[in-house]
C-alpha cells in the first residue's frame, strides 16, 4: 500500500475528466502530507464509496484542522499524525468541448414514405462538470467509473437512449431530418438536462452532424428525386417512346421502325391493337401502302397528342415516304417547304437549296 506525502496529478494533456490517485486500490495519507491542486482542478477526498471533502486550487497541507471530517468519519485524534487510508479523485472543472457520440448500431424507425428505415446519428457535444462532490459520488461512488474513457462511454449511452427515444416521438420523414438537426439538438439538451445535473454535469452543448441511413435507402432516396426532377412521368414516357421512334426511324429497313412503334405503343399506353396494326402493316408480303399508312397514322397521333413536334413530324414522314416509294409531288414539297420557312425550321437559304434541288428532278 502506497504511503503518499505528495497528491498531486499533472494532465499534460487537458483530456482527463477524472483521475485517481492512487489508481488502484486506496492509499495511506499521512496527516502532514501536501495536496497540490492546480487551476480549473479540484481534488475530493474518498472513502468507502462516498466523498469526504473537496480542495479548491492550491497547495494544501493536510491536517484534522483542515479537513476537520478527517475528525468525524475516520475518528482521527485531533492533532495526530497518524497516516488513514483514502483515495483522492482529482476532478477537472474546465469545459470539454468537441466530445464525440455516435449511435453503435442501426436503429430502426418506422417511415411514412419508405416503411421501416434504420438509422445511424453522430455528432459532438460539450460537458462541465458542476458539482464535484456530487459527480464523484455518483460517477466513482455509484458507477465504480474512475476514468476518463469510461465515464465518455456513460455519457454516450445516455445520449443515445435519449436521442433514439426523441427521434422516435419526432419523425414522420427521413427526408425532413436534415431540416430539423437544429431542433432536434435543443430537444435533447433539455431532455438530458435532469439526467446530467443527477451526476454533477451541465450539458453545455449539443451538435448533430449527420443522421445517415443505409445504402439501400440512399439509393431510393436518389430515385425519388430523379422522379421529382422528371416531373410527369407519363409526359416523360411518352418523350422517351417518341424518341426511341425516331431513332429507329432513321435505321435501315421497316423492321427498326416497327419496333420501335411496337415499343413506343406500349410505353404511351396506346394499347395492344396499335401496335397489331403497325406490325400487319410491315410482316413480309404486306402491300407497302398499307404498311406505310400504319406508320403515318401512328406519327400523326404522336404529332396531335404533342409528343412530336411539326419538324420531328415531317421529317419520319418523309423518311417513311421515301421507303415507301409513295411520296407527295414535287410541287406539293415545295409548299412544305416553304411551310417550314415560314414557321422559322428552315432559314431563307436552305429553302432555297432544298427548292433548287426539287426543282432539278422536274
Known amino acids: 500500500m502506497a504511503l503518499l506525502e505528495v497528491i498531486e496529478f499533472l494532465d499534460e494533456t487537458g483530456k482527463h475528466i477524472i483521475h485517481r490517485i492512487p489508481e488502484h486500490g486506496s492509499g495511506e495519507i499521512r496527516l502532514g502530507s501536501q495536496c497540490v491542486v492546480r487551476e480549473s482542478q479540484v481534488a475530493v477526498f474518498f472513502r468507502g464509496g462516498q466523498s469526504l471533502d473537496v480542495l479548491g486550487p492550491g497547495t494544501h497541507t493536510l ?70 462532490q456530487l459527480f464523484v459520488n455518483k460517477i466513482a461512488g455509484t458507477q465504480g467509473i474512475y476514468t476518463t474513457d469510461r465515464i465518455e462511454d456513460y455519457l454516450r449511452s445516455m ?45 453545455k452543448a449539443f451538435y448533430i452532424t449527420a443522421i445517415t441511413v443505409p445504402e439501400e435507402v440512399e439509393r431510393a432516396i436518389d430515385e425519388r428525386a430523379q422522379m421529382g426532377a422528371i416531373g410527369d412521368m407519363n409526359a416523360y414516357l411518352r418523350f422517351k417512346s417518341a424518341r426511341a421512334i425516331g431513332d429507329a426511324a432513321t435505321a435501315e429497313g421497316a423492321g427498326g421502325l416497327t419496333g420501335a412503334l411496337v415499343a413506343g405503343a406500349a410505353g404511351l399506353g396506346l394499347g395492344g391493337a396499335v401496335a ?36 420531328e413530324y415531317q421529317k419520319k414522314r418523309q423518311e417513311v415516304l421515301s421507303r415507301s416509294g409513295q411520296g407527295p409531288s414535287i410541287p406539293d414539297q415545295i409548299k412544305q417547304l416553304a411551310e417550314l420557312r415560314d414557321q422559322g425550321i428552315l432559314t431563307e437559304e436552305e429553302f432555297q437549296q432544298k427548292k433548287q434541288e426539287l426543282l432539278s428532278r422536274l
Request: no cysteine.
Open 63 to 132: 491536517t484534522t484542522a483542515n479537513i476537520p471530517i478527517l475528525v468525524n468519519l475516520i475518528k482521527l485524534p485531533f492533532g495526530s499524525k497518524s497516516p488513514f487510508r483514502a483515495e483522492v479523485v482529482f476532478v477537472n472543472m474546465r469545459e470539454f468541448v468537441d466530445m464525440k457520440w455516435g449511435t453503435p448500431q442501426m436503429i430502426p424507425y418506422r417511415d411514412s414514405d419508405f416503411g421501416i428505415v434504420r438509422l445511424r446519428g453522430h455528432g459532438t457535444y460539450a460537458i462541465q462538470v458542476d458539482d464535484p
Open 159 to 203: 445520449i443515445v437512449s435519449k436521442l433514439a427515444d426523441l427521434i422516435g416521438e419526432n419523425l414522420t420523414s427521413v427526408l425532413d431530418l436534415a431540416g430539423q438537426y437544429d431542433e432536434l439538438s435543443g430537444a435533447i439538451r433539455v431532455k438530458l438536462a435532469d439526467d446530467f445535473a443527477n451526476v454533477g454535469m451541465v450539458l
Open 276 to 311: 397489331g396494326q403497325a406490325i400487319q402493316g410491315m410482316q413480309p408480303g404486306a402491300p407497302a401502302a398499307s404498311g406505310s399508312e400504319a406508320l403515318l397514322q401512328q406519327l400523326e397521333n404522336l404529332r396531335a397528342q404533342g409528343v412530336l413536334s411539326e419538324e
